[in-house]
Nanobody
């Protein structure tokens, strides 16, 4: 089992930066890739970014490429999402996700129904 705890959300203005943190724990957590999804008001869950625990390769959704950066601190079992140049379209609840290595999250950039999720952290960007 894997436990995920997000933090770092808040209210910011357009053009600002924010860093989200996901603390990963659990006996089998090393078997899982870690990523971020978001869900805006009235929208479905959208892939944001992920990192392969096997290769350290990173993956990004088209809407955040060049603005967001995912990184890991393996010593702290923590995954970060650095978000720069935020705009109102980035307003959403952001969820940390764990998906078995090489699974749906990396292959299809899709939520893994057999994965694990955090409770979410809210990000609001005002214009």
């Amino acid at each position: 089992q894997v436990q995920l705890e997000e933090s770092g959300g808040g209210l910011v203005q357009a053009g600002d930066s924010l860093r989200l943190t996901c603390k990963v724990s659990g006996r089998t957590s090393s078997r899982y890739d870690i990523g971020w999804f978001r869900q805006g008001p009235g929208k479905g869950r959208e892939f944001v970014a992920a990192v392969s625990r096997s290769t350290d390769n990173t993956y990004y959704g088209d809407s955040v490429k060049g603005r967001f950066t995912i990184s890991t601190d393996n010593a702290k079992n923590t995954v970060y999402l650095q978000m720069n140049n935020l705009n109102p379209d980035d307003t959403a609840d952001y969820y940390c996700a764990a998906s078995l290595k090489g699974g749906l999250m990396l292959r299809l950039r899709a939520p893994d129904p057999n994965g694990y999720w955090g409770q979410g952290t809210q990000v609001t960007v005002s214009s």
